[in-house]
């Protein structure tokens, strides 16, 4: 597939799911104010926008500025990923604009397509099937295979390494969409050409100097198809 503004024949394509094939960034926003409030944590609401495709080390950093221990920790995160699940099944959780006409567009062209995220392995089966997309993807690669692979999470380029591989594509023949920092540092690490469809927070001016492309949604990227 040949892409205006990419020099490379695109043969496979890899997406990260939260905040960019799904409004999961935004739920998860809301789940945090809710499970602060209920909990008393006294948590500023504009906090949880910066930990949007956050490291590992910026979420500890958060923990320890305001939670007073693991336990007070777990309960809050349990309480989060509770909400988020119940509004998953109460039909909140949404495609963002143009994910379904994309994925029907390489679908069609015959292009493999895999998802590389930062989430756990129940959360990203129930989110795909949820939304009916799980079967346009070969596979997914998630925190849970991070684990088991015993390698480091984005922004670090290791599971992009592991998803080319699966691919079996070169890594330049493959095109990446992320709608984060982390992830499109990752991608780039890898040397795997990036779109970026920023969520929540916009992109920097470091991210549009790496970005192979920057788009409001995806709507704006086929276009260039």
């Known amino acids: 597939m040949k892409i205006n503004g990419i ?21 998860y926003w809301k789940a945090n104010i809710q499970a602060a409030k209920e909990a008393n944590l006294g948590i500023p609401d504009d906090t949880y926008l910066k930990l949007v495709g ?35 099944n109460e039909g909140k959780l949404k495609l963002r604009p143009g ?9 069609e062209k015959q292009i493999p397509m ?4 930062s989430n756990t392995e129940d959360v990203v089966e129930h989110d795909l099937w949820m939304t009916g997309i799980r079967n346009y993807f070969q596979f997914h690669l998630n925190y849970d295979d991070v684990k088991k692979n015993h390698v480091k999470p984005k922004p ?55 970005a192979a492309e920057v788009c409001n949604d995806f709507f704006a990227f086929l276009k260039k198809i």
């Open 114 to 117: 895999a998802v590389v995220t």
């Open 156 to 210: 670090a380029p290791d599971i992009y390494l592991l998803a080319a591989k699966k691919l079996e594509i070169p890594q330049n023949n493959i095109l990446a969409f992320e709608d984060s920092s982390a992830g499109l540092q990752a991608a780039v690490a890898a040397e795997i050409k990036c779109v970026m469809v920023p969520d929540l927070i916009p992109a920097s001016d470091s991210d549009k100097e790496i």
């Open 99 to 107: 994910v379904q006409q994309a994925l029907d567009l390489f679908q």
């Open 7 to 27: 020099d490379a024949e695109i043969s496979g394509i890899l997406f990260d799911m939260d905040g960019l094939l799904v409004n999961s960034e935004n739920l």
């Open 54 to 88: 956050s490291t590992n080390n910026d979420m500890q950093d958060f923990y320890q500025k305001y939670f007073s221990g693991d336990e007070q920790r777990d309960r809050f995160i349990k309480r989060t990923d509770e909400l988020v699940w119940q509004w998953t």
